[in-house]
């Protein structure tokens, strides 16, 4: 299995919502990471877990809340968030191991109104 | 930190025919250099890679290249397809796992 899956596909939430993201993989890999993905802009890196431990952390607002709960899972809370956070939500994991390929989920496309 | 530049931004060629995407970095601390492809509404997928010790590398009809002393690396696609049109990014990695990604190059294939 080399799937990372992300649920849900799509998400429209209000300002005052609370939600999650969730990100799932069965690859065994160690390191897990959140992106956000503007139209037509690259990913940009969020967070990132090691062994379940955020190792880094892009000085993201702290509306944004990931949790690591084990090995093969990954969310990323959400409260009180802004229009302009609408964008692409992407989900990644690799080997702890030196330059290892990122695989990549297909994303959950969230919209804040 | 590093700081990826990549160039062009749009791409269209007729079947059949080669494209080249560049990339150059700023840290020659830089030393993992991965592609990735990614369809619409779909993730990026990995396609090619290269390190720091290799100054080329090729699968089928895609191959990388990398100049280290001039801090840039290069995407060629031969032999072009249809299904080859999406959006590649590259990226540049220090550490292995924080990888800057290139502002993309959107890439049709005219048939």
């Known amino acids: 299995d080399t799937e990372v899956t992300q649920t849900p596909k799509h998400l429209v939430m209000g300002m005052t919502n609370k939600k999650s993201l969730k990100c799932e993989q069965h690859m065994g890999h160690r390191a897990m990471y959140w992106y956000k993905q503007k139209a037509k802009k690259p990913p940009e890196l969020m967070f990132v877990y090691s062994y379940e431990k955020l190792s880094i952390n892009e000085s993201v607002p702290s509306r944004f809340s990931p949790e690591c709960p084990n090995s093969s899972l990954l969310n990323l809370h959400l409260h009180a968030l802004q229009p302009e956070d609408s964008a692409l939500y992407l989900c990644a994991s690799s080997q702890l191991v030196r330059d290892n390929e990122q695989f990549f989920g297909p994303g959950t496309r969230l919209t804040v109104l | 930190g590093e700081n990826v530049e990549q160039h062009p931004s749009t791409l269209s060629v007729q079947e059949g025919d080669s494209a080249v995407i560049k990339c150059t970095y700023s840290d020659s601390a830089s030393n993992y250099f991965p592609w990735y492809k990614q369809e619409l509404g779909k993730g990026p997928q990995l396609i090619i890679d290269i390190r720091s010790n290799v100054g080329e590398k090729k699968d089928q009809r895609i191959a990388v290249t990398l100049n280290k002393t001039a801090k840039h690396f290069s995407l060629h696609i031969t032999e072009t397809q249809p299904e080859d049109s999406a959006v590649y990014f590259c990226?540049?990695?220090?550490?292995?796992?924080?990888?800057?990604f290139g502002t993309g190059t959107s890439l049709t294939v005219i048939p």
């Open positions: 990226a540049a990695s220090i550490t292995g796992n924080q990888f800057y």
